[in-house]
């Protein structure tokens, strides 16, 4: 098979959620760059209507639209669907991405702000995939499922708070409920695959105080097995495996897109014995 047959999506339509800065911004472009037409959709509209901009002038063989979109409350996910039906008759790509983050000590972070977190990261991805589902199921055959991809985070992997305690968490609640949801829909016959990334460091809004900066970068990308940060095209690489023919077959799998820091677990523990 050819790459454009393992890894074309022309004539698929998709929806990246959170998709005008970072991680879906980044895949938004790989999905454009492959032939899709790409929905991105965040609260900021304006931003989302210039990435979209942005990509049409790439005379890429897919298109983009971008349009204000809030997975953060029950009301802003059922405006959110309702915006995708008016837009699109079928949905093959569901790539839930949008997401925040809070940080503060141990000892010190606020109730409100866990709840706050969790209401995006777990109950919005949830929520969304659910409503769009018959969407999904109507697109996807045997040969050719309907794609979900969550963005999960290493951080849910591993224990690895960093001060972003409800962070991590909810990001390890996306990682199981990807494979539950995985489990259920393949059981029930549905042709729809869900698998997530569990992305490491990457440049983007969430981290531009540790990683904005070229120094920084290389500072944080020396802590990073494969030593260095995460790239554009590590993103749109792993989108077009799944959302590809070349990854019909995989459901319930996550992605470790971190430079090996999902394996970075401790020293060897019986190094200094044997120096």
């Known amino acids: 098979m050819t790459p454009e047959i393992l890894f074309g999506l022309n004539g698929k339509t998709a929806l990246v959620t959170g998709g005008a800065t970072?991680?879906?911004?980044?895949?938004a472009e790989g999905l454009v760059r492959a032939g899709a037409r790409v929905l991105i959709a965040s609260r900021k509209g304006e931003a989302c209507e210039a990435v979209a901009a942005e990509l049409n002038a790439?005379?890429?063989?897919?298109?983009?639209?971008?349009?204000?979109?809030?997975?953060?409350?029950?009301?802003?996910?059922n405006a959110l669907v309702e915006e995708v039906k008016k837009r699109i008759e079928r949905l093959d790509i569901l790539m839930n991405n949008a997401g925040i983050t809070w940080g503060a000590p141990l000892g010190q972070f606020p109730y409100h702000a866990w709840e706050k977190v969790m209401r995006v990261n777990v109950t919005g991805v949830f929520d969304l995939t659910q409503k769009l589902l018959p969407m999904l199921i109507a697109s996807g055959t045997a040969d050719d499922p309907a794609r979900v991809v969550n963005v999960g985070s290493v951080m849910g992997e591993i224990p690895l708070g960093d001060g972003a305690y409800s962070y991590a968490v909810s990001k390890a609640g996306v990682l199981h409920m990807t494979k539950i949801l995985a489990k259920e829909l393949a059981r029930a016959g549905h042709h729809v695959t869900v698998n997530a990334l569990a992305p490491g460091p990457f440049v983007s809004n969430m981290t531009k105080f540790a990683i904005g900066e070229e120094d920084k970068r290389e500072k944080v990308g020396r802590d990073v097995p494969l030593g260095r940060v995460g790239r554009d095209e590590d993103i749109a690489g792993c989108m077009l495996f799944l959302c590809g023919k070349g990854g019909s077959y995989i459901t319930g799998a996550v992605?470790?897109?971190?430079?090996?820091?999902?394996?970075?677990?401790?020293?060897?523990?019986?190094?200094?014995?044997?120096?």
Not at 22 to 27: C, T
């Open 22 to 27: 970072g991680i879906g911004r980044m895949a």
């Open 255 to 275: 992605l470790p897109v971190s430079g090996g820091v999902n394996v970075q677990t401790g020293g060897n523990l019986f190094a200094g014995a044997l120096e």
């Open 58 to 77: 790439l005379d890429a063989p897919g298109s983009a639209e971008g349009f204000a979109g809030d997975v953060g409350s029950e009301e802003g996910i």
